[in-house]
């Protein structure tokens, strides 16, 4: 039961998927967001993207950091869809916000269209990696940031039965992510590491 329910992490479906954005957005992936928006540089933005926004939470922290800005959230799971909207109703009605279904391998955005890309705890479902980085890197304009938060960093084997459970998924390291990055286009790219943890945050300019 507890396996099904960790499949469920990777397309929210039904009532179960439900349940998983109801947790994620109380506190499930809060600690780790507030760590990796405390290593966020200081840029401007007019518009942000939040790819995998599950239960919505990440967007309404992008639209408080980024007062004015426009940010759309994007994600392949209708249930995360309609999550992120109800979590957002107020921006949404406002004209700051928008939601799309869709896959992270062929956006349906223009090209550099975006200041700010987010992705937290989403790459691990990307595939093939390169392919949806390098969509990433296409709607960014020039300058544009993209930042990745994971909870692990691959350099064990804490989730290999995780990864079985869920499939579909792999962990990616630090370096694995940065080569990706570097092949779509990316540079200065900045790892951090939380101490104590395996939390990962990446931080790639276009």
């Not at 966020?40 to 518009?47: A, H, I, Q, S």
């Not at 992120?84 to 955005?109: F, I, Q, S, W």
């Not at 300058?143 to 792999?170: H, L």
């Amino acid at each position: 039961m507890f396996a099904r329910y960790r499949r469920n992490a990777r397309k929210p479906e039904g009532l179960g998927g439900r349940l998983i954005l109801t947790r994620m957005n109380r506190g499930g992936h809060a600690d780790l967001s507030e760590w990796g928006f405390s290593l966020f540089p200081d840029v401007y933005c007019g518009r942000a993207l939040d790819v995998g926004c599950g239960g919505g939470a990440n967007v309404k922290r992008l639209l408080k950091r980024f007062d004015g800005a426009k940010v759309c959230g994007l994600d392949h799971s209708d249930v995360s869809v309609a999550k992120t909207l109800r979590h957002n109703r107020r921006a949404v009605k406002d004209g700051r916000c928008e939601v799309a279904l869709g896959d992270v391998t062929a956006m349906p955005y223009a090209d550099g269209v975006f200041d700010v890309v987010t992705a937290f705890e989403t790459v691990y479902f990307w595939q093939p990696i390169g392919r949806a980085f390098a969509e990433i890197f296409r709607v960014l304009k020039e300058g544009g940031v993209f930042m990745i938060c994971n909870d692990a960093d691959g350099e064990t084997s804490d989730w290999d039965e995780i990864e079985k459970q869920i499939g579909d998924m792999k962990v990616y390291t630090a370096a694995q992510l940065q080569n990706e990055l570097e092949r779509a286009g990316f540079n200065n790219i900045d790892v951090h590491r939380r101490s104590g943890t395996s939390c990962l945050c990446v931080i790639a300019r276009k």
